[in-house]
């Protein structure tokens, strides 16, 4: 039987359709997103809570005219379905397919470039003023769909009030399902939480003033006669919505984010109005999928992103044990840090772990369950995790941001300013350095090599294993002259054992791996397992390389490169980073200033543009960062003959 949404092919198909009709599409649409999503992974549970809201929006809106920000955009498949990209959702995340979030140079109906959280509304009032300064202002309605965990980010605070102040006439949805990816922290959800689970709220505020004024007793005459203030205080005992009235939104809310008509009725009331209104919308993450809906805040947490074939006919597939030969893995870089994170704080009770709203993506849920009151979760605000830090340090604490390496950028200013210009001892743990996959460009970890090594004060640090790792944390605690960053990659690390009593590194130094004559490959962090991929290959054809592991990029290590330089025709310099003003530079600069007599050099890093999503494997190959491609630029610059191919 053909379904209703294999009739969707553009957002107007829904116009002419039933309240009835677009309650059966949405739930079309989410049966659609469990079955892909289910086979090919990817983001579930934020998706399956917004179903109704997307049919709802596309089914008043005239898109690409009328304009939707989906926050994030993890929230967006339901949008993507529903634009023309149905029959392609099952390439989603996978590379040269669609894009995990929304991407203007996907499709006209995504207005936003999205990945981070709480930019939404931002644009939005940007769009609006933009139409009204160009003397269109009524080119397009504008709506942004915010989570209430990207309502945590000050940044979402900024826009409400510039557009409270400038009446701005736009529409914010808050999709309202008490979740980011794990239940979200701070006083600000504990007011969702009352609003949202309060039944008393479930309708829009308008009339209460009138219902106040109806009370007997002579009361609801003498309620007339007080003054406007005392009348709304009065009114906030009954009314949710004047934290949003006090700064000139009008508020509707709550409607249950499940019901089409419901939602239609409140969107048209706050499209009709010329200002600025918040529809507040409760969501369930998960929506429709037992296990995550059913399982509480645990099973939302779970259910955030689905596994490649996790999912099989609507239910989850059982998992399998794995066979009793298959070789133990390695634990993964995050599992590593999060353990010592827990032996550093039981060596040094100073020490306390800072996430903003992803304990476990770095770890440190290991420590919330194992130390809790060294844990502290600001939400999505990695401005204050950083300001937090620096308080916490002023103090005499020893605190860790892990923050991944891409949403550090936010912070920047507060890592200048109150951290590196004060000197304090603030370690920033960077998960997620270099190419993520499947997230793409808004995730890769990329830059952070470049945006940190200008700073005065700064220590640079990167391990080429899972041991490393360990022993450069307890490094970065022992430092006390000024903030240190530390980077790692994601998944799993190399096999190499750890330490029960990791030894500190002495700062600044590098070591030699191996020791050959004609090249020599200075690796940082990653970089180094790929110069000894290259290493090897080069062998076969009779190169004689030398490897190194520089460990630190600010301070170098200026004897190792010295030493290097000297006694080869050839330095590269491998990374996972930009090349621009990246560790590879910082060695050439040092050279360079210092007279140190060079041979030729060649870096080895990410490329000026931005990187796609897909398969960490195919980008590595896509720009060159395998032992493979290294080894045939080193052969090529040596002049060495025989192309060198992979398994040869």
């Given at each position: ?300 947490e779970r259910w955030h992103a689905a596994k490649p074939n996790s999912i099989a006919d609507g239910a989850p597939v059982p998992s ?154 307890r490094t970065a605690l022992l430092i006390d002259d000024g903030p240190v960053a530390l980077r790692y990659p994601r998944g799993e ?156």
């Amino acid at each position: 039987m053909t379904r209703l949404l294999d009739r969707i092919d553009r957002p107007q198909d829904l116009h002419g359709l039933s309240d009835e009709e677009l309650q059966t599409v949405a739930q079309q649409v989410r049966e659609h997103i469990i079955d892909t999503v289910g086979e090919i992974g990817g983001h579930f549970g934020a998706n399956l809570g917004t179903c109704e809201l997307a049919v709802a929006l596309h089914s008043l809106l005239d898109s690409p005219r009328d304009k939707i920000l989906w926050d994030v955009g993890h929230q967006a498949y339901p949008h993507k379905v529903l634009t023309g990209r149905r029959d392609q959702l099952g390439t989603i995340r996978q590379y040269g397919g669609l894009a995990p979030f929304c991407a203007p140079s996907e499709s006209v109906h995504d207005i936003m470039g999205a990945g981070h959280a709480s930019t939404s509304i931002g644009y939005g009032v940007g769009l609006k003023e933009g139409m009204r300064l160009l003397g269109r202002p009524d080119a397009g309605k504008v709506v942004a769909v915010i989570g209430d965990g990207a309502m945590t980010g000050g940044v979402a605070f900024e826009a409400i009030h510039q557009a409270g102040g400038l009446g701005t006439p736009m529409v914010v949805v808050l999709n309202d399902n008490g979740m980011s990816i794990a239940p979200n922290v701070g006083a600000l959800s504990r007011y969702f939480n009352r609003v949202r689970l309060n039944p008393r709220f479930w309708h829009a505020r308008e009339g209460v003033e009138g219902r106040l004024a109806q009370l007997p007793g002579g009361i609801g005459a003498r309620f007339e006669r007080l003054g406007p203030q005392l009348k709304e205080s009065i009114k906030a005992f009954w009314a949710p919505g004047l934290f949003w009235e006090e700064l000139d939104w009008a508020y509707v809310g709550v409607v249950d984010g499940h019901d089409v008509a419901a939602l239609r009725q409140a969107l048209r009331a706050a499209f009709a109005a010329a200002r600025p209104v918040v529809v507040h919308v409760a969501t369930v993450k998960g929506k429709g999928f037992a296990p995550a809906e059913e399982g509480g805040l645990e099973g939302m947490e779970r259910w955030h992103a689905a596994k490649p074939n996790s999912i099989a006919d609507g239910a989850p597939v059982p998992s399998r044990p794995a066979p009793a030969s298959a070789a133990a893995k390695p634990p993964t870089y995050t599992e590593v840090f999060g353990d010592a994170m827990v032996a550093e704080v039981r060596r040094d009770r100073r020490v306390v772990g800072i996430t903003a709203a992803m304990n476990s993506g770095t770890g440190l849920s290991i420590l919330q369950n194992a130390e809790p009151d060294h844990y502290f979760d600001v939400g999505i605000a990695e401005q204050q995790a950083v300001l937090f830090a620096a308080g916490l340090a002023l103090e005499g604490a020893k605190p860790v941001c892990a923050i991944y390496s891409t949403f550090l950028q936010r912070a920047f200013d507060q890592i200048v300013h109150d951290v590196a210009l004060q000197g304090l001892n603030v370690v920033f743990a960077m998960d997620r350095a270099g190419l993520v996959g499947d997230d793409g460009p808004t995730h890769h970890g990329a830059f952070d090599v470049s945006y940190l090594r200008a700073l005065p004060n700064m220590t640079l640090m990167a391990p080429r294993d899972e041991a490393m790792l360990v022993r450069m944390l307890r490094t970065a605690l022992l430092i006390d002259d000024g903030p240190v960053a530390l980077r790692y990659p994601r998944g799993e690390g190399v096999g190499a054992p750890l330490p029960e009593e990791p030894p500190a590194i002495e700062v600044g130094t590098g070591e030699i791996l191996s020791e050959g004559r004609d090249v020599a490959l200075l690796g940082y962090g990653t970089g180094v397992q790929r110069a000894l991929e290259a290493a090897e290959l080069l062998s076969r054809r009779g190169v004689r390389p030398t490897v190194a592991d520089a460990r630190f990029a600010k301070p170098l290590d200026g004897a190792l490169i010295a030493q290097l330089c000297a006694e080869h025709e050839l330095l590269v310099t491998v990374e996972e980073s930009v090349l621009q003003g990246g560790f590879g530079s910082a060695v050439w600069e040092h050279c360079n200033e210092r007279g140190i007599p060079t041979p030729r050099i060649i870096r080895v890093g990410l490329p000026d543009r931005f990187v796609t999503h897909g398969k960490p494997a195919l980008l590595h190959a896509e720009v060159g960062f395998t032992g493979e491609a290294i080894a045939e630029r080193i052969r090529v610059a040596l002049g060495v003959s025989g192309e060198i191919v992979a398994g040869a």
